[in-house]
């Protein structure tokens, strides 16, 4: 079944233009409520948002769906998506709902959906309820006395923030520690700060100051350069970039350099290593992840493992297999022992416990290896399917045979935009950009002859 409504990380879109249309949203509340009506209890879903202007219009489509199915609403309000996923095991709902587009501007929004574990929905059933929501569902809704009723609900920060803090071994200070975080004016700009502040950090907070429409408008994980001057101009010892939902995040160390999503799994596998907490063995990433991790790892006799992109299939493998760290280059990092998803605060944290014990700075802590030359290079396609092409399966074969054991080659559409993303990596910077550059002017070629 082709997908018309699920991406790879749930429903996104251009606010107000479908799919994330008010009218779709309901259409998602109500196919998700009755997709989720299981016993006889009393069922219920909470919802909560990032600080995009569309999200007040969303929440509401999406409470009339839930209420229409006989759902009872808990609104959370602005809170970041990994403690959604909490939430929604603590308050034992049936169902958690993420209104937010993550790391894209404010015009675009998104609906993530958890189950009643906390956990992402899986393929099978994302697929069940898009398959309900073009449908006539009039005789699956709630009776008229058996409507749902929508509630706010008080103190869902201070739970998060109790929650984070548990991470970190009961004696754990970071007093001493100068801390910039970059909230990215998104849904964390409240519990991050207060977090790290009540754990004993000096913290200076930026990009805190939401008005629905500055969320990552140059800050946050994905433009992290106001961070790094700040780190320097106020002489932290580190600073944590979050993305717009804060489900993700990346480093800065004292120079003000990025630390990415590889080089935090590694400092965190060799950690709990060391400590004995380590399970499965190693590690599990996705495809982008650059080669360089996969040495390091091997060299302190750890294995990588890797799943295609998408930090649900991540937490897929991690289930499956027994892993308890996982994650993404892009600053995804899941800690299974904590979080059922991606959880920015809760990495941060443990990074910064890494440097309090090890009372080192972040630079020489953080650095865990020195990545491969990686190029990743975008085609743009109007339809049709590139990659089928036989000039372009030729030129493909001729790199990976070029590459060679000492690289990779990752070529793969988008799955959020019409996108051929061609990526390689190697020891050889100028093998890897001439690979690159051949595959995407082969796959220009055909598109244009197409």
Known sequence: MTRRYFGTDGIRGRANTKPMTPEIAMRVGMAAGVAFQRGNHRHRVVIGKDTRLSGYMIENALVSGFCSAGMDVFLLGPIPTPAVAMLTRSLRADIGVMISASHNPYYDNGIKLFGPDGYKLSDKIEMQIESLIDKDLSTRLASNGDLGRATRVDGVHDRYIEFAKRTLPRNMSLSGIRVVVDCAHGAAYKVAPAALWELGAEVIAINDEPNGTNINDGCGSTNPYLLSKKVQEFRADIGIALDGDADRMLIIDENGSVVDGDQIMGLIAESWKKSGRLAGGGVVATVMSNLGLERFLSGIDLKLERTQVGDRYVVEHMRKHGFNVGGEQSGHIVLSD??????????????????????????????????????????????????????????????????????????????????????????????????VDEIVGTIAAVKSAA
């Open 338 to 435: 904590f979080t059922t998803t991606g959880d920015g605060l809760v990495a941060a944290l443990q990074v910064l416990a890494c440097v309090q014990k090890l009372n080192k700075p972040v630079s020489e802590i953080c650095r865990k290896f020195d990545p491969v030359p990686q190029v990743l290079k975008n085609v743009r396609y109007a339809n049709g399917k590139p990659l089928d092409n036989a000039a372009v399966r030729e030129c493909i074969t001729g790199a990976e045979a070029k590459l060679g054991k000492f690289g990779r080659l990752v070529i793969r559409p988008s799955g959020t935009e019409p996108l051929i993303r061609v990526m390689a990596e190697g020891d050889d910077q100028d093998m890897v950009e001439a690979v």
